[in-house]
């Protein structure tokens, strides 16, 4: 797990310009719009656009190396984890840097007063218009429009100066398309009827359940914290609480709502009646209360209904609320607050994709957190992006944040994606190719895939890969290389059970990251949704679970006087776990006309190396240092 590879380079070759002293290189190309975008028009000329120019990092080569050597058990330094001081001293840009791109933006005629260098010299900030960006930048920007209404500010390309392009990491807004989509207005419920692939990312239900299931008779039928606490053998009583920490990331106008979460107490849960997560509010984030409904209050109310019923009433459970009700926010507009030194306040986000704060329209957050939130010790979000809907870039840049994290001793979760091979709204890339999702390509986090319990089989039985309603994502990263700690399982996988596609469908080099890393649940659950129970389904759902069940582990390593358990595939792919999962060997994940890749036995671009055996892996952990 040496770094952050990319395997696909977006462009290359040189550009013709006024100086043929001082040579220009694309630095990145968009081959195609992602789907629903469209060109509305060319930008405004005099229109002011905020660049940013994310600097190289020291040491970013090495970033595996340094998070393999505090994650894998069989390191002198697992569970050594950084202090946020001395990740920021280690990945600093160097004053080489710095100056040079500096003296160049002076070179084309910024005055120094215009341009701002970030504390953590990892940005540095001009506000141009978008005459100056195009002149800088040699590049032409457009709208763009998508189909629901939101407008997006990018180009097809862009130029830097060659002696720049070890300097320069990314610019934006240039290329990527990390984009904030309005909701579309009367936007119908999220209600899928049928085995067929969810359309985006939030959970989807097949409707209201009114004859509620008791026990772990029916968990074919219908997925209780009963049923989870049976099939992963969940045993166990927290005992260090106060130390602990569980965190769960939303996006308003995902909000919870606290009468629901009493509802599913009184039937599945009574020590959480009346019991509320803690929310943390970042960039002007509200449990919103204005509009209602599936849509706005099932993401929500199902990842901390179930993350709360694991971990007990007695663990605090952080709600991570991003985003105020006019701005929204985006996966930087999180990690600006857990990292000052990524946030656009000191010079980081892309104007037209993140969220952009202080927000000075009427009602907005007039503010910006950066670095004002500490990292739970698990955190799980149940959102992704198509990979291919960003830059490799882009997309390289924030892996490396969920990097740090790791090095901190923070263990982060996201889920793989509901449309199988596909992307998002069942996306695929041109000529059908499969379409995986970011941030679980991102060889720093744990993604993580959904299974079910098979019609007619009961609790004791194996469970197969999810395929009703929706199907596990999963597949392999055109960005990101084959982790070393992922290279024995895909190879095994390629070998013994090679895929009936060709390397147009997808990268069938053996040489990139897979997804997902494990499973958990994700059909049939019984969620409490303004005031019924609704069945819902997807990843959204299996990555809070697992969540929870790590979070228990952190409690009895606490406990024993160790360490958190930190960035965790190293060590679950490692033989000191060798059958701590639950091996899935059944279902696909349908997709892009294809059926998908199947699962089988060992780890599979399915369901990962299968779903949690709490005994299994509460006793390996504690086991290590």
């Known amino acids: 797990m040496r770094s952050i590879i990319s395997l696909f380079v977006l462009g290359a070759g040189l550009g013709v310009v006024a100086n043929p002293i001082v040579p220009y290189t694309v630095h990145e190309k968009r081959t195609s719009l992602p789907m629903g975008w469209s060109h509305s028009r060319r930008h405004d000329s005099s229109a002011a656009l905020p660049l940013r120019f994310g600097l190289t990092q020291n040491n970013i080569a090495d970033i595996g190396e340094y998070l393999h050597d505090v994650s894998h058990p069989d390191s002198p330094n697992y569970g050594k984890h950084w202090t ?26 910024f005055d120094s007063s215009r341009i701002r260098v970030t504390p953590a010299k990892s940005w540095i900030e001009v506000d141009a218009t978008v005459e100056e960006a195009e002149s800088l930048l040699r590049t032409e920007y457009n709208i763009y429009g998508h189909e629901s209404g939101s407008e997006h500010v990018a180009c097809e390309s862009y130029h830097l100066p060659a002696h720049l392009i070890p300097h320069i990491d990314i610019v934006t807004p240039t290329v990527h398309f990390d984009a904030k989509l309005a909701r579309r207005a009367n936007a119908p419920p999220a209600v899928v009827n049928g ?8 959970p989807k239900t097949t409707g209201v359940v009114t004859n509620l299931l008791a026990g772990t008779d029916g968990c074919d039928q219908q ?3 009963a049923c989870l606490q049976a099939l992963y053998g969940l045993n166990y009583t927290p005992v260090s609480t106060s130390s602990n920490s569980i965190g769960i990331v939303e996006y308003t106008p995902q909000a919870f709502v606290q009468s629901d979460i009493n509802m599913f107490a009184s039937s599945y849960a009574p020590d959480l009646n009346g019991k509320a997560p803690v929310v943390v509010s970042i960039d002007g984030g509200v449990v919103q209360t204005t509009t209602t409904g599936f849509n706005d209050n099932g993401e929500s109310n199902l990842d901390l209904q179930y993350a709360m019923s694991i971990v007990t009433a007695a663990q ?4 991570y609320q991003a985003g105020d009700i006019v701005e929204g926010a985006s996966f930087n507009n999180f990690l600006d607050a857990i990292d000052g030194s990524y946030c656009t306040f000191e010079g980081g986000d892309a104007a037209g994709q993140d969220s952009a704060y202080p927000d000075t329209s009427a009602g907005g957050y007039n503010g910006k957190d950066c670095g004002t939130v500490t990292p739970a010790n698990v955190i799980s979000t149940s959102y992704t992006y198509n990979e291919g809907d960003l830059s490799v870039s882009y997309a390289t840049r924030q892996c490396a944040e969920y990097a740090k994290l790791g090095l901190m001793g923070v263990t982060i979760l996201y889920s793989s994606g509901d449309s199988g091979v ?7 890339l041109a000529n059908n190719a499969f379409s995986p999702t970011f941030p679980g390509s991102c060889p720093y986090v744990t993604a993580v895939g959904a299974t079910q319990i098979n019609s007619g089989s009961t609790v ?10 929706i199907y596990s994502g999963g597949g392999f990263s055109n960005y990101f290389s084959l982790p070393s700690y992922q290279s024995t399982a895909v190879s095994s996988f390629l070998t013994n059970y090679p895929p009936p596609y060709t390397s147009s469908q997808y990268n069938s080099t053996g040489q990139s990251r897979g997804i997902p890393d494990i499973s958990a649940n994700g059909a049939n659950y019984v969620v409490a949704v303004d005031g019924s129970f609704s069945l819902v389904y997807g990843t959204s759902a299996s990555s809070p679970v697992a969540a929870a069940i790590f979070t228990l582990i952190n409690d009895a390593r606490l406990a024993a006087g ?3 358990i930190g960035f965790i595939n190293p060590t679950i792919y490692s033989s000191a776990f060798n059958g701590a999962f639950n091996d899935i060997t059944t279902g696909g994940n349908q997709g892009c006309g294809t059926n998908g890749f199947s699962s089988a036995p060992g780890w599979d671009p399915v369901t990962g190396l299968g779903t949690p055996n709490f005994p299994k892996l509460l006793s390996a952990w504690l086991a290590l240092p």
């Not at 085995?195 to 939030?202: I, S």
């Not at 004791?460 to 309603?469: H, K, R, T, W």
């Open 460 to 469: 004791s039985d194996p469970e197969g890969a999810c395929e009703q309603v």
């Open 195 to 202: 085995k067929k692939p969810g359309m985006g990312n939030a």
């Open 422 to 428: 596909a992307g998002s709204g069942g996306a695929c």
């Open 562 to 564: 160790k360490a958190p």
């Open 223 to 225: 997925i209780t914290p």
């Open 316 to 319: 605090p459970v952080t709600l």
């Open 84 to 109: 946020a001081s001395q990740i920021a001293e280690a990945f600093a840009p160097s004053d080489e840097t710095v100056s040079n791109v500096h003296s160049w933006l002076i070179d084309n005629g």
